[in-house]
């Protein structure tokens, strides 16, 4: 089902088959339809076992909602050839909003991570290094949910290992693909209560967020030009 809720941004609830849309004051329709076309994407091919499985393997949350956002996105467009402009202008709109809090801000200065977030956004003028240019490869190469684990997991190891990859001190805190790892907490807080021996009905699990193929849909390499 359909739900608008007062959110900032849109979410798939992966229990209750749940897609949940924001209030905002204005909606463009461009940007509704890119966070339905988006949070579908969710629905179809995000499964919560691979929610737990994250969780179980204790793998970065943030990290796996930013490679599983760009794997449910190239697959939608090339399952679904109409929303590839819904994406390209989506974005430049959110964009245009300020919606992932860059305007003002050196984003060569982010960590990988997050630039492969923008990038994959289709914010213009990211630069890469070799080394880094293999991982945003790598990400838009992900076909499956074991892909997108085993590339988080490694990806973060491999940032830990090269601080000149990770962010460099800036004042104010880039939003990521709109709340990403919510639901990874949700799947740890519904884990505990099983534990407990407690009801986990009311609990949710959500995916959030919304990251960049061509606008023929084919997956975008990076520049590190």
């Not at 190239?74 to 109409?82: D, P, W």
């Amino acid at each position: 089902s359909v739900v608008h809720k007062k959110v900032p941004t849109a979410a798939f609830d992966v229990k209750r088959r749940e897609l949940i849309l924001p209030q905002w004051k204005e909606m463009p329709k461009m940007i509704q339809d890119l966070m339905t076309c988006h949070e579908v994407g969710h629905a179809l091919w995000t499964s919560l076992e691979m929610l737990e499985e994250a969780n179980e393997r204790k793998i970065e949350k943030s990290f796996v909602n930013v490679i599983e956002d760009v794997r449910i996105e190239s697959m939608i467009q090339k399952r679904y050839a109409g929303s590839r402009k819904i994406f390209r202008l989506g974005y430049a709109e959110l964009i245009a909003k300020n919606f992932f809090k860059t305007q003002g801000r050196d984003l060569q200065k982010l960590g990988l991570i997050d630039r492969i977030n923008l990038h994959f956004k289709k914010t213009p003028d990211i630069y890469f290094s070799p080394e880094e240019k293999v991982w945003v490869n790598r990400v838009a190469a992900c076909k499956t949910e074991a892909d997108v684990l085993n590339t988080a997991e490694e990806l973060y190891k491999w940032m830990q290992e090269n601080p000149e990859s990770q962010e460099q001190e800036q004042e104010e805190a880039m939003m990521d693909s709109s709340g990403e790892g919510e639901e990874y907490e949700q799947v740890e807080q519904n884990m505990e209560a099983s534990d407990e021996g407690e009801s986990s009905e009311d609990e949710t699990e959500v995916t959030e967020g919304a990251e960049d193929e061509s606008e023929e849909g084919e997956e975008t390499e990076a520049s590190s030009d």
